[in-house]
């Protein structure tokens, strides 16, 4: 069952680009199932929802099946204060999709004599296909999860790999191990930590998945210049776990009226559908320009919507009201900011660019902060 299901999965991950022939003898000699737990949540849909628990040892075929399947696999909930087989609240940590693992890697471009370090470790996977690859002495990984890191240093050792595995804060890098040839992050950040470039050898690459406040995500691949700067393009489409370190708070709806709803909202229609703006790469391009914001979504039985606009410093509200059929839409809004005017406006820039897809997107990282620029570094993209 199992060589058939690794056999399976590698033609698909071969098929869709992602398993280059390079990392092939690389997959084959570290396998999957070595680094998953017994319990795990398959990814389901879209890879970003989890599905129903899968116990190993009471549905031994749905779990070999799950594994060999193109996608995450959610190992632990709410930092592993929940137990049981239910779903927790939050996911927060998990053996990811084989796709983004290896073109993750790939992205990496790694060769012989290269040191890596590794923000991440989760489950280990990703650090013991660095170890076969580069050899584990030139491997750091870093997990903050003293549980995780347990379990993935058992493991690791199990399959006869030793990187250097350090329990610690992954925006703070591995100072004592630099300087390194890769970085490569397995959780998604709104800054790209600066430890991290100054960890970085001059002309050495990161990898990570980036995200703005708002949604969306891409990974992007930087390179490290001799002033201590870093830049590059985005590579691709991503959904990970956020550093832990960089997580925010989201205060519900309520947190922000003084009074029922409409309260001291402003009303006002507009033609642009909350439709438009929900896309995955939509949430990207107006996360880049609308910051410390962020959409909720308020589903009702009869397939309409509330889409509601907050900003994390709680001083401002939106609300789009989304039914079939319409070509206006009810738009109510409160605040120092006008959050769905902001959003439209970013939204319209992208759309009057021609809808540039992530890989006309790049980031610029300096001791200073960062900038995402579209097309050149000497186009910044604006915001509001």
């Not at 309260?263 to 320009?289: C, H, K, N, Y």
């Amino acid at each position: 069952m199992a060589e058939a299901g690794r056999t399976r999965l590698a033609s698909a991950l071969i098929a869709n680009g992602s398993l280059s022939s390079d990392w092939l003898s690389t997959y084959h000699a570290v396998p999957r199932h070595w680094f998953v737990p017994d319990l795990i949540w398959p990814g389901q849909g879209d890879g970003v929802r989890q599905g129903d628990a899968v116990n190993r040892h009471a549905d031994p075929v749905t779990w070999w099946n799950a594994v060999y399947t193109d996608a995450p696999l959610t190992t632990q909930w709410d930092d592993g204060d929940h137990t049981g087989d239910g779903r927790g609240t939050v996911p927060t940590s998990s053996n990811s999709m084989p796709t983004m693992v290896f073109s993750m890697l790939g992205a990496l471009d790694v060769a012989d004599g290269d040191r890596a370090l590794e923000i991440g470790t989760g489950t280990g996977w990703n650090a013991a296909l660095l170890s076969h690859r580069l050899g584990a002495g030139s491997v750091a990984t870093v997990e903050v999860d003293e549980a995780s890191a347990a379990e993935a240093r058992f493991r690791l050792a199990r399959a006869g790999y030793a990187p250097q595995l350090v329990v610690g804060d992954g925006s703070k890098g591995f100072a004592a191990g630099a300087p390194f040839d890769r970085v490569i992050a397995t959780c998604s950040v709104r800054r790209v930590p600066y430890a991290w470039v100054e960890q970085a050898r001059p002309g050495g690459v990161i990898v990570a998945p980036w995200a703005p406040e708002y949604g969306g995500e891409a990974v992007v691949r930087l390179t490290v210049g001799e002033d201590g700067t870093a830049s590059g393009r985005f590579v691709g489409s991503s959904a990970f776990m956020r550093l832990r370190q960089q997580r925010t708070s989201r205060p519900g709806s309520l947190e922000y009226l003084s009074d029922p709803w409409p309260a001291d909202g402003a009303r006002s229609s507009t033609s642009l559908s909350p439709e438009d703006v929900g896309g995955w790469l939509a949430m990207f391009a107006i996360g880049v320009q609308v910051p410390e914001a962020f959409p909720l979504v308020e589903r009702y039985a009869d397939g309409t919507y509330t889409l509601w606009l907050h900003d994390t410093a709680v001083t401002s509200w939106a609300t789009v009201e989304w039914e079939p059929d319409r070509t206006a839409y009810e738009v109510v809004q409160s605040g120092r900011r006008r959050l769905w005017d902001e959003v439209a406006a970013a939204w319209h820039w992208w759309d009057s660019r021609g809808r540039p897809g992530f890989d006309r997107f790049g980031l610029t990282i300096t001791p200073g902060g960062q900038m995402v620029w579209l097309d050149s570094p000497d186009n910044p993209v604006p915001q509001s």
